[in-house]
């Protein structure tokens, strides 16, 4: 793996000539929309692309940041798949990991925000407002170890024993390859999350082994980090080490990202709420869901 | 009961004539700060108090929002009465109760922001950084019911089980009778929080009984409560009804709070998390915290 | 006048047994909006209203605050009052009035911050965009005395001076006396900013004779002043003293606010951005002004 | 000029064998800091710099964002510099240039709203505080073309005529060649803001020429232009086209930056408002200046 990324089209993009009979694509359209389907079904695949057997779906959208607005029926193609990886019915948790006080790690707890979140509403109270089919929601934004002191995906863990949610949503800031995916590419998989995954590159494993539930996670990659595009330009370059050092002054982490970031983090975070909300709430539309949020 | 305060000094005040034999109260002063503790020691005495037994120590400061900095001796001396209330060893989880995005309900969790984690720091680390003293420091800011649809006393139980402290450390916003201790008052108790306190009035009790370790609950007044404040004002009045709803229009809650409720907030929260930082890593000096937050 | 408040239509109100004939009511509606325009059409009336002579409009709606979004013909409502107090064409200033730091007195600079400014995009631009109607405007959101050392009404008016715009628009928080009217009334006026009103309390006028062009000034009450209350309350009572002093406690200055301020604010900004926006490029649908800001 | 960079700390190293005799360096230190001061003294070396003709001071601090703490010796020194570049007495105006929502360019802003701004206090006031001394500052951050439909020389040139100020100090976000530069570099420079410097890359002439007193401008380089960059690294070579993709996708600028960008900001609006501060108030130690804040 010559890169770091965590969306599987670009591990797959990668591997394309050397068809493995363990990675299957699909392409479609909805709208703006670009649909791509990665199936990774052996360990083999698994090891090559860096991620584990299942499936990624990858939204490819026109630039988020040029004020596009994505129209209701591109939010349901989004939903409907995400709906599909979960049990019809039963308490979901949804969990916003990350960092909200680093911009281009806020995608999770932002998002979180944005849930609707409905485990504690009566019956007596859905039903006097008219939404006796509002599926239990319950919402989670823990803070990163060194906030919290404890592991993320610990607090997850508490939480889901107590809670007995029938399934977890991940929601994540992603890292990509490629710059011109930043802020317009929403992945959705049914994998969870991998350790080394996220921005902040910490994140310890989300997943049905860990929890005992499914879990779906759901990003969108805000920076390409740099190590990963200078380790990409410079195969055994000689002046390497000069220019890898403007990558990674004194060891500092640097990342590359859209100038208009804090816009972008918004403009996704609308996207991803929207887009979980009506996986959850199928009988509300997105007006709706805007009022009660 | 008159009206609410979460202040068992203004609950202990309104008794005073009483002289109730479960009601003991006493006075120091240590620099600006005026030290009031009142210990509630029989059940009748809880009952007319609206607190249930324990110890409850109030620091009354000049407002916090002149601009006038607390010394290291106050905070010292507030850090010495909660350190008191806790073991003096093992694990303690800080919780930071209530609503960020609503100022007034912001104590605990931007309290938290500012509270070292230690749990996930190795040994090695400690000792390389000269830190083996460092106590290990769980944080949680959990989010209110309407964000996450769990209690907030029931996400403290989970993670409470599985990280299992030795005590816990409850931050929370206050309601006040007085509007002149808005702000300038900490309150330090070694009795959890008790239903029906707070700021949004509605924390479900967290205490020895709940979470099976000792719960010491810090806070600061914000707001009085204008529902109280109009009863406390319209004993048996005529013109209640009217001068009520100017207080409660529409059912909505109204509050008493300065005009420079940000500036209190900020300036409450800095207070408590250098009371807390230094009642649990007492061998730092502030600034040494200051440095490491 | 027995209490403060910025709304004429409290003080018209307080006066209606007068039968001032200075004084002129009317009322409408629009949906759920209530619109009472007030006319004050002599020194005497203003003397007793304590309000310039002008036109007053208030629109009232269920509190803003319940989440119930206005509709679209309601914001065309209060745009065309706005509208028909500017002149037809020509460059408009919009400025922010207030302290975007203290939330309740942050209705000006966040509105301001929603306002489409325009005056800059080239004609060549607009007609590529197929906005050839644009009209320009300006924004500003100066800041207060405190934070710049320089007097709002003092920025205004010099940059009114350089880029000579045919009219201005002050938008700010307000203080009214029933709390009932908190969020959910917005007033509009062709008076523009009068000394001592806004929430703070310390605004300079900003008006025809000191701008040399129309001021129209928008606003929406985020409190009630505690001490007007309190006067309200305690007319020649014999233990004022005490109770004034909890609403006053050492000078600091007391307001009444609903605990959802934060909500509050939001919502106010985004009704007062729509309306003026609307007011401001009538070609333009709300959908396609939320798409540009 | 091969990239682009505000630094002229920067463009003098990259033409050192030349040996321009318009270009004179010198080295010093001050505790961690490296002091080097570039004077540019005639128009050839101007133009091979890009840099207008005058004095330029870098301060060079090991990172920022490590967490360790400039001393108070340090802030002096920089403090000693920029006072040395004013006029001893008189008002000054300090202009905070930049976006605040757009954290990389938020310097400005964030840096001007600790700058303690004191025209407004009188006398009297002065006298009673004991602080006589105190210099007359002025303090504005006004938002940028796109906010506001003026550009921000327009503003501060109108308000300059009308406060009359005796030197204006322009702070601003900058862009290095060198990531190992970002947040732990300050450059002030007498010669005011150019065209096409800053983070955003739109700034006007802010100068002596155009506001008729001297302009002190001050910066953080904050980012690095990709773009840059990528010139930097892609001299001639085939595959340039893709990798220049990589770097500027659809036209969207993109920049390099620490993950820690928003603890790099804080941090050096910290410096930035200290040592601004010290230099207008050299009456006043570090902690008093922290209190009036």
Sequence with gaps: ???RTDL???????????????????????GQLEIDTVNITDDETARLTGKPPGEYITFSAPPFYTGKEITEEEICAIAGRIAAML???????????????ITPDAIGPRTARQV?????????LKAQAGLENLRAVAVLAPGVLGQTGIET?????????????????????????????LG???????????????????????????LGVPVVSIGVPTVVDAATLAGDLLS??????EIRALFEPQGQKMMITPREIDNLISHACKILSL????????????EEIGQLV
Tied chains: 1, 2, 3, 4.
């Design 87 to 101: 049990p019809q019915e039963g308490l979901v948790l949804v969990a916003g990991l990350g960092n909200n006080d």
């Design 184 to 210: 317009c590419t929403v992945q959705v998989a049914n994998t969870g999350i991998s350790p080394g995954s996220g921005v902040m590159n910490h994140r310890k494993e989300l997943s049905t082994q860990t």
């Design 8 to 30: 599987a089209a670009e591990s797959a993009q990668a591997l394309e000539d050397r068809r493995l009979p363990g990675l299957k694509r699909r392409s479609e359209r909805c």
């Design 116 to 124: 609707l979140a409905t485990r504690h509403i009566s019956s007596e």
């Design 275 to 286: 887009s979980i909300n009506k996986a959850l709430q199928p009988d509300l539309t997105l």
């Design 1 to 3: 793996m010559p890169y």
């Design 153 to 181: 995906s610990e607090i997850i863990h508490a939480v889901t024993q107590d809670i007995k949610p029938c399934a977890v949503i991940a929601v994540d800031a992603l890292a990509a390859r490629s710059a011109s995916r």
């Design 236 to 241: 055994g370059d000689s002046e390497s080490e």
